[in-house]
């Protein structure tokens, strides 16, 4: 699967247009570092962030803090109500690879509507 970076979030790492490539390995642990795609319930759009802090409970099982690289806070703002973290349930996909701006068509269209008027 692969997905475009639609803000700046993740600058500069990743920038706006992107096109990310995602792997679906469930079965592997998500460490600290790694970027995921994640989806919050209620919300249309996948999240791609950075897992900067791993959470492992006594029974085992593990959640993890997500944060933009250009963003001054974590995402406990963006998860749904009184969640303050995600689960491997929520992820999506794994950033393994990208083409710079390659989205950035797609991105204007959407932007200015009025361009796809005029092509």
């Known amino acids: 699967p692969f997905l475009f970076v639609c803000s700046g979030s993740m600058e500069p790492a990743f920038h706006r247009g992107d096109l990310l490539f995602l792997t679906n390995f469930h079965d592997d642990p998500i460490r600290a570092g790694e970027i995921v795609v994640f989806k919050v319930e209620g919300r249309d759009i996948p999240i791609v962030h950075r897992v900067i802090k791993i959470h492992e409970k006594e029974n085992g099982d593990i959640k993890f803090l997500t944060k933009g690289d250009n963003n001054e806070v974590d995402d406990r703002g963006l998860y749904k109500e ?10 999506v996909g794994r950033a393994r ?11 204007i269209m959407n932007d200015y509507p009025k361009f796809k008027v005029c092509i």
């Open 82 to 91: 009184g969640q303050n973290w995600l689960e491997k349930k929520d992820v």
């Open 97 to 107: 690879g990208f083409l710079p701006y390659v989205g950035m068509v797609t991105i």
